[in-house]
């Protein structure tokens, strides 16, 4: 069964720190990876998701994540954070192990606190 | 972008009462819904895959019998949790599919005194 690995269960950053979340899936063929954020008493919102292609994605609110197949990982990054990225964040695959492609597996989440 | 609703947001019962939740999806139709439950501090864990048209189908350790998930149509399904008790407090989300993306509902939290 797929599987999602984030290793980083609790972050605290000051502001304008750079940020990088690892995220690692389980090995399942070709696999689609998102990443969501959650920000306090709101519902999930999707940041970025990869598919195929360039393996450098660009999402909303400066975020970007780099899908390295050899590595099966598929890391968060922002260059610069600010306080209103407080959030947890989730990253999560489908694919053929998930059972399906509509099937999500997420992460345990990782929760960013950033200090002004 | 797509929306997905959810109702109630929150919802307060008596153990051994059910609760309904609904979720919709409001600019799209959805064949397929998912239900997730999240503990605090915890990930979404897929429950069971709604389907219109056709029966539920439930992730391993799920009870079908407790959690009943109903496909009315394609833009609405329910989820109702038949007598309630204090583990079933949670957060209960669901989220649709449109194209490659999936969205999620607000969720629903869950309290059972």
């Known amino acids: 069964a797929q599987s999602v690995s984030q290793h980083n269960h609790h972050v605290i950053l000051s502001e304008a720190a750079s940020l990088e979340l690892g995220c690692n899936y389980s090995?399942?063929?070709?696999?689609?990876l998102f990443w969501y954020v959650q920000y306090p008493g709101q519902h999930l919102q999707l940041l970025l998701k990869y598919f195929s292609g360039d393996p450098l994605v660009k999402g909303i609110k400066g975020f970007e994540a780099e899908f390295i197949k050899s590595k099966f990982s598929f890391n968060l990054r922002k260059p610069s954070v600010q306080w209103s990225d407080t959030a947890e964040y989730f990253c999560a695959v489908n694919g053929p192990l998930s059972g399906g492609y509509n099937k999500l597996i997420f992460g345990a989440g990782t929760r960013l606190a950033v200090h002004p | 972008g797509a929306v997905v609703s959810q109702h109630p947001s929150w919802v307060i019962c008596k153990s051994g009462t059910s609760v309904k939740i609904e979720c919709r999806s409001l600019d799209f139709q959805a064949t397929t819904m998912f239900w997730y439950r999240q503990f605090p501090k915890q990930s979404l864990m897929l429950m069971a895959t709604?389907?219109?048209?056709?029966?539920?189908?439930?992730e391993q350790g799920v009870e079908k019998d407790k959690f009943l998930i109903n496909h009315a149509s394609l833009t609405l399904s329910t989820l109702t949790v038949t007598s309630a008790h204090p583990e079933d407090s949670s957060f209960y989300i669901c989220?649709?599919?449109?194209?490659?993306?999936?969205?999620f509902g607000p969720g629903t939290r869950l309290t059972v005194l």
């Open positions: 090995y399942g063929g070709t696999v689609n």
């Open positions: 709604s389907n219109e048209g056709s029966k539920a189908t439930y």
């Open positions: 989220s649709a599919p449109t194209g490659d993306t999936q969205y």
